[in-house]
């Protein structure tokens, strides 16, 4: 129902920053809750930043809080992920994925991107 496509990615140093966006199609964007998540080589995915269908309501996960933000332009169908002081850490494929609900967990998520690399060197 629900069509996501993450674009943003790159190859930078570390303390550089990048902005992710995502690009939903269908009608019911506006009501779905979208987040964040990324996967590093050997890891399970991890939750990352999600954000209400209001854009009032955010949560973040510890490691990026303070450093990335999630936004969301509704009469775009568009979900951003600005991401500042990026880490060696942060370096992972990104996805974007879209849920009734804003939770941390992968399992509440339907609809997924096809992800976006983004890779922080030392």
């Known amino acids: 129902q629900v069509h996501l496509v993450e674009s943003g990615g790159g190859l930078v140093q570390a303390g550089a920053f990048l902005r992710l966006s995502c690009v939903a199609s269908?009608?019911?964007?506006?009501?779905?809750?979208m987040a964040w998540f990324r996967q590093a080589p050997g890891k399970e995915r991890e939750f990352v930043a999600g954000?209400?269908?209001?854009?009032?309501?955010?949560i973040y996960a510890d490691s990026v809080q303070g450093r990335f933000t999630i936004s969301r332009d509704n009469a775009k169908n568009t979900v951003y992920l600005q991401m500042n002081t990026l880490k060696p850490e942060d370096t992972a494929v990104y996805y974007c994925?879209?849920?009734?609900?804003?939770?941390?967990?992968?399992?509440?998520?339907?609809?997924w991107g096809q992800g976006t690399q983004v890779t922080v060197s030392s």
């Open positions: 994925a879209s849920s009734r609900g804003l939770t941390r967990y992968v399992r509440d998520y339907a609809y």
């Open positions: 269908g009608r019911t964007f506006s009501n779905y809750v």
């Open positions: 954000i209400t269908w209001t854009g009032v309501g955010k």
